[in-house]
């Protein structure tokens, strides 16, 4: 039976649009550096009165959001379901965004197996993590798995920059918006959130790259603290180490002040502990920053991979309460609840 018989039916509108790259000569020849494709689906009636970005981790590429490993509708379809206009964005580089070293610089490495079992799935959190979708030993789940993996730039605060402004100017076309961003896009969320003011309403962070001033394998350095790339600070900030050696509270970001902020959370992963410092700087700075942990809200076993998950559904219904709590509930006057399937 072919698979897609399987899939329920749905109505919704969608589309695709690219935010172009900047121009560059070479040898008395034009190209583009680091243009930004974008994916979009909204439900027939959009009933939520932010559309949300999805930003999606290190070197893969916004399908991370469509269908889990094992087929079951994602992140993205669910926000839809739940009245959301959805842009899920391929980061400049990385899935359909086009990679080039004449106009982005050097690759980085590849991506392993070994690495991202290391991610994933570590050992050490073998007897806690039960979500992984696919069988430890199921090579050909794992080869689908990686397959959809590149490289990065290597000069991480470029490729940061780079996206940042890329996500900005999509907001400046389609207006304000919520963020939802994994792991190492968590860092461009605070850059856009810092270079539009106002037009970020909140930002949901899927355990974002930390802590601040992390070296991270294979991807480089936050020589800024929140982000490889510098934020505008206040006062200003001259270099990295007088940042960091300044007390907490020192210095300010003014775009992020009040910005609802949240870092959710797994139970059986080591980005957990990493991404509590980078809230804790954030809230030092002025934003409404929290951590929402999933086990405390009933939600057990989870990685890394926490969003595309065999209780990928679960997980996400906490997450929609908080938005729709920090989001809506000015408007609206009260909160409304999302239930955990199952």
């Known amino acids: 039976m072919a698979f897609w018989k399987n899939a329920a039916p749905r109505t919704v509108r969608r589309g695709h649009m690219w935010i172009a790259g900047d121009r560059i000569e070479r040898d008395g020849e034009t190209y583009q550096c680091g243009p930004l494709f974008v994916e979009w689906e909204a439900p027939e009636q959009v ?10 981790g290190g070197g893969y590429q916004g399908t991370e959001w ?5 087929g079951r509708p994602g992140w993205a379809q669910r926000l839809v379901e739940a009245g959301y206009a959805v842009l899920v964005a391929d980061r400049p580089g990385q899935g359909r965004s086009p990679f080039h070293v004449e106009t982005m610089g050097p690759m980085g490495p590849a991506f392993s197996y070994e690495h991202g079992r290391q991610i994933y799935f570590p050992a050490e959190y073998e007897g806690q993590h039960t979500q992984w979708p696919f069988a430890r030993d199921d090579e050909a789940a794992m080869d689908e798995f990686i397959a959809g993996y590149g490289p990065l730039p290597t000069d991480l605060a470029f490729s940061e920059d780079m996206e940042a402004d890329r ?6 076309r389609i207006g304000p ?10 860092p461009v969320g605070w850059l856009v959130a810092d270079r539009r003011p106002g037009l970020v309403k909140a930002i949901v962070a899927i355990e974002p790259m930390g802590p601040p001033f992390a070296e991270i394998p294979n991807i480089g350095s936050l020589t800024w603290g929140l982000a490889a790339a510098p934020l505008n600070w ?5 270099s990295p180490a007088e ?8 210095h300010r970001l003014p775009a992020l002040a009040g910005l609802p902020i949240v870092a959710v959370t797994a139970e059986a992963s080591a980005f957990a502990a990493a991404s509590r410092p980078a809230i804790e700087q954030l809230k030092a700075a002025g934003s409404h920053a929290e951590v929402l942990h999933l086990p405390d809200h009933g939600v057990f076993g989870n990685g890394h991979g926490l969003i595309y998950e065999k209780n990928s559904d679960e997980a996400l219904a906490p ?10 509930a000015a408007t609206q006057g009260a909160r409304t609840t999302v239930k955990r399937s199952g």
């Open 234 to 238: 206040e006062p200003p900030v001259a």
């Open 243 to 250: 940042l960091r050696a300044a007390a907490p509270g020192t």
């Open 47 to 56: 009933t939520r009165p932010w559309p949300i970005v999805l930003l999606h």
């Open 177 to 186: 918006a919520i963020l939802l961003t994994h792991s190492a896009s968590g």
């Open 167 to 172: 996500i900005a100017k999509l907001l400046d």
């Open 319 to 328: 997450v929609l309460n908080w938005l729709i709590e920090h989001t809506e």
């Open 66 to 70: 469509f269908d889990t490993p094992e």
